[in-house]
């Protein structure tokens, strides 16, 4: 078994995993997981570069998680830089301040890494070989890959919770024609991702990411956030219909109130809901299966096979 850390780093969200791993089999251990909203992509879309206060939420956390590294005693530590990141002007500022904090340097990795770190932390542990179609989606992009156990088709395509918002949302509720805008991306993105991913192949769709995980805890009408109700739960295409509905009709505040929702998604799970409807949708699947297992866990068991 080797320990180690494995630190995500997106648009909206920096998480943390410390596992203890089994290289040989992928079996993971968790003994810490943890997420803070930092919105490190606030802007990014319009100016091109990293805010000097988003990097400084996201610094703070990373503080706060290089204490925990510590306290677990982890052999490896592994950090991973999406979409944001990798589209800013100023990286070098946020690769700089990883630097100082970690020790290590922030991998920004492209998109198609991003899709297969993810296939292979969400299928780990599913039974069968059947087609999956696994979708993680992100504040700033959305990673789509299929596959039978390992990859054989992945793309990556620019939408995620946070980027729509920023891009078409202005009104609380959304406007009908803000809600039109963002459909109209997600359906073009869609077109680009289906030149690579043939997303209407798949008997099953599996996903990830805090949108999915908010849009299960409400069809599961969970009292509080509740992960292990969440992982591998089953949601039907026609309850996250109902669900994307009822999100894009309400307030700021109705939306605050649900009890499984994070403070720092409330502005962005319409945009969130809205993508995943549209990829059930096109890739014509009665149901989403949700993982609590995703690109964290498929850095983690990478980074204990190449320590082996």
């Known amino acids: 078994m080797t320990r180690v850390a494995a630190i995500d780093c997106g648009t909206n969200s920096i998480r943390l995993l410390i596992a203890d791993v089994d290289a040989s089999t992928g079996e ?12 490190l992509g606030q802007g990014v879309d319009r ?3 990293l805010a000097p206060d988003a990097l ?3 610094f703070a956390a990373c503080r706060e998680y290089a204490g925990i590294i510590k306290e677990h005693g982890a052999e490896r530590i592994r950090f991973v830089a999406t979409s944001a ?36 932390g969400a299928t780990a542990e599913l039974p069968g070989h059947e087609e999956r179609l696994v979708v993680d989606i992100g504040g700033g992009s959305t990673e789509f890959v299929i596959g039978r156990g390992h990859v054989e088709a992945a793309r990556s395509v620019d939408i995620g919770c946070v980027r729509l918002t920023e891009r078409h949302v202005r009104s609380d509720p959304p ?12 359906e073009a993105a869609l077109d680009l991702a289906e030149e690579a991913v043939p997303v209407r192949e798949a008997s099953t769709l599996v996903g990830l990411a805090g949108s999915v995980t908010t849009v299960a805890g409400i069809a599961l009408g969970l009292d509080a956030y ?3 109700a969440i992982h591998h739960s089953r949601v039907s295409r026609d309850r996250v219909a109902e669900i994307t509905e009822r999100l894009a009709r309400s307030t700021h505040d109705e939306r605050a109130a649900i009890p499984v929702m994070h403070p720092g998604r409330v502005d962005v799970i319409i945009a969130g809901a809205l993508v995943l409807l549209a990829i059930m949708d096109r890739a014509g699947v009665p149901e989403v299966v949700v993982s609590e297992h995703d690109i ?7 980074t204990a096979e190449d320590a082996r």
């Open 28 to 39: 993971l251990h968790e003994l810490d997981r943890r997420m803070t909203i930092v919105r």
């Open 47 to 49: 100016t091109g570069r």
């Open 56 to 58: 400084e939420r996201t």
């Open 85 to 120: 990141s990798r589209d800013a002007e100023n990286r070098d500022e946020f690769v700089n301040g990883v630097v100082g904090i970690f020790g290590v340097e922030p991998e920004v990795i492209s998109g198609d890494q991003e899709a297969e770190f993810s296939f292979r």
């Open 175 to 186: 406007a009908p024609e803000e809600i039109a805008a963002v459909r109209a991306d997600i």
């Open 226 to 228: 509740d992960s292990e």
């Open 296 to 302: 964290l866990d498929g850095i983690a068991i990478r």
